[in-house]
């Protein structure tokens, strides 16, 4: 009983002068926000006067034009330095993970890939090497038709002394 436990009356009170709390907050930084916004439409744009005739439209919407490149690149350019600092940061994290030497290494999936398929991988599309795996087996089968040769002889030799002609030849050698 060292722990009281509230009621749920009071519970339940409590959370919702927490909301009103909350909801007083965010309609204050709303506010605050639209004033920012409007004094800084009043500072940065002014009230747009239309000219009468067309050859004043015409260099107004010249103008407009120009301000509007301008903003581009502004905006291009902080968008540029965005993405470098994020890349910057994501690099910090990497070797950050490296001086402490814990990072999960991912489970890797099992791939059934041919050779050939594996080196297009790898180096692209561009490069195409085959990796013909059936000529090397096929020079190794080229020197056992020359051990087979040299076997041949031996069985010859062995089937011409099998039988009694075979018995024959040995002792007439022999002899």
């Known amino acids: 009983m060292a722990e009281k436990k ?16 909350g909801q007083t907050m965010v309609d204050e930084a709303a506010k605050q926000a ?10 940065n ?8 005739c067309m050859q004043e439209l015409q260099e107004l919407c010249r ?16 968008d540029m330095k ?5 890349k910057e940061i994501n ?12 990072f999960r290494k991912p489970a890797l ?10 080196l297009a991988a790898l180096l692209g599309s561009k490069h195409k090497v085959s990796m013909d795996l059936r000529a090397n087996l096929k020079q190794v089968k080229k020197e056992a038709r020359d ?3 040299q076997t041949g002889d031996w069985r010859k030799k062995i089937e011409d002394k099998s039988g009694m002609d075979g018995r024959k030849k040995m002792f007439e050698t022999e002899a």
Do not use: W
């Open 45 to 52: 744009c002014p009230v747009l006067s239309l000219p009468g």
């Open 82 to 86: 965005v993405k470098k600092s994020e």
């Open 6 to 21: 509230m009621t749920l009356s009071r519970r339940n009170y409590l959370k919702s002068l927490l909301l009103q709390i």
């Open 109 to 118: 999936k099992k791939v059934r890939m041919s050779a050939d398929a594996m």
């Open 91 to 102: 690099d910090l994290k990497l070797m950050i993970q490296d001086f402490n030497g814990k």
């Open 34 to 43: 639209q004033e920012e916004k409007t004094i800084y439409m009043e500072e």
């Open 147 to 149: 051990e087979e040769k």
């Open 63 to 78: 103008k407009l034009h120009k301000q509007i490149d301008l903003v581009d690149d502004e905006r291009y350019d902080m």
